[in-house]
């Protein structure tokens, strides 16, 4: 295994690193997605019922996956916090988000020994995951990037995707060729449920789907290609 995505949440591997997973099997690395949870508390859109969220959602990840090309994909069942701001807003009293306690990732530091015994099986180079803040600061992220960091100690160089401007300075970009474009919003879509999630990242930041940015711990840059 050549790089690991280590997300929380199904959709993550293909909004943070669809580009990157697709070029990097076009360089001919091994990639794999590891997702910690099944995305309980995500939205439904009435195209399931709430107690079906998790197994649906599992379904989009591994179509997804599978446009990605990547060679390793395995769902943990850690629990998936609401994110903040939305815990106990009447949408989820209603059901119309999945089945979630407002308890998730944070509440589980089990999952580093759990990210950390796959890393001892699958040997990746890289580890690609959330930055310590999150990005946005969903509990979730925040504790995937923790944990992920944690257990790649010594066993993988961790790379964080990032925002084009913030507290993590972009040492690597990827700017998109048409043909993986393509391919990643293809991926996206199959994330049917969480289709007001795509289309408000859209509105917001329309040119990360094009131009992913990233930040290699120690490199100068920004440099324009991957770093693998």
């Known amino acids: 295994m050549d790089l690991l995505v280590v997300v929380p949440h199904p959709d993550d591997e293909s909004f943070g690193a669809g580009g990157a997973l697709l070029l990097a099997k076009k360089d001919g690395l091994r990639t794999g997605v590891l997702t910690l949870t099944r995305g309980e508390a995500g939205r439904t859109l009435g195209l399931c019922a709430p107690a079906a969220l998790p197994q649906v959602r599992v379904e989009e990840?591994?179509?997804?996956?599978?446009?990605?090309?990547?060679?390793?994909?395995?769902?943990?069942?850690?629990?998936?916090?609401?994110?903040?701001?939305?815990?106990?807003?009447?949408?989820?009293?209603?059901?119309?988000?999945?089945?979630?306690?407002?308890?998730?990732?944070?509440?589980?530091?089990?999952?580093?020994?759990?990210?950390?015994?796959?890393?001892?099986?699958?040997?990746?180079?890289?580890?690609?995951?959330?930055?310590?803040?999150?990005?946005?600061?969903?509990?979730?992220?925040?504790?995937?990037?923790r944990y992920a960091t944690r257990a790649a100690e010594g066993l993988a160089q961790v790379v964080y995707f990032v925002r084009p401007e913030g507290p993590w300075p972009v040492t690597h970009r990827l700017h998109l060729p048409e043909w993986a474009l393509a391919?990643?919003?293809?991926?996206?879509?199959?994330?049917?449920?969480?289709?007001?999630?795509?289309?408000?990242?859209?509105?917001?930041?329309?040119?990360?789907?094009?131009?992913?940015?990233?930040?290699?711990?120690?490199?100068?840059?920004?440099?324009?290609?991957?770093?693998?």
Do not use: C
């Open 183 to 228: 391919r990643k919003l293809q991926a996206l879509a199959q994330h049917r449920t969480q289709a007001l999630s795509l289309l408000e990242f859209m509105e917001k930041h329309p040119e990360r789907l094009w131009r992913e940015t990233f930040h290699l711990p120690g490199a100068e840059g920004p440099q324009e290609g991957p770093w693998w």
């Open 61 to 145: 990840l591994r179509r997804a996956a599978e446009i990605l090309g990547v060679d390793f994909l395995e769902v943990l069942p850690f629990p998936n916090a609401l994110p903040q701001g939305r815990r106990g807003q009447k949408e989820a009293a209603e059901g119309s988000r999945g089945l979630a306690s407002g308890r998730g990732l944070p509440d589980h530091p089990e999952a580093e020994a759990a990210i950390r015994e796959r890393l001892l099986s699958l040997r990746p180079r890289y580890v690609l995951t959330f930055p310590p803040d999150g990005i946005n600061g969903h509990p979730d992220h925040v504790a995937a990037s």
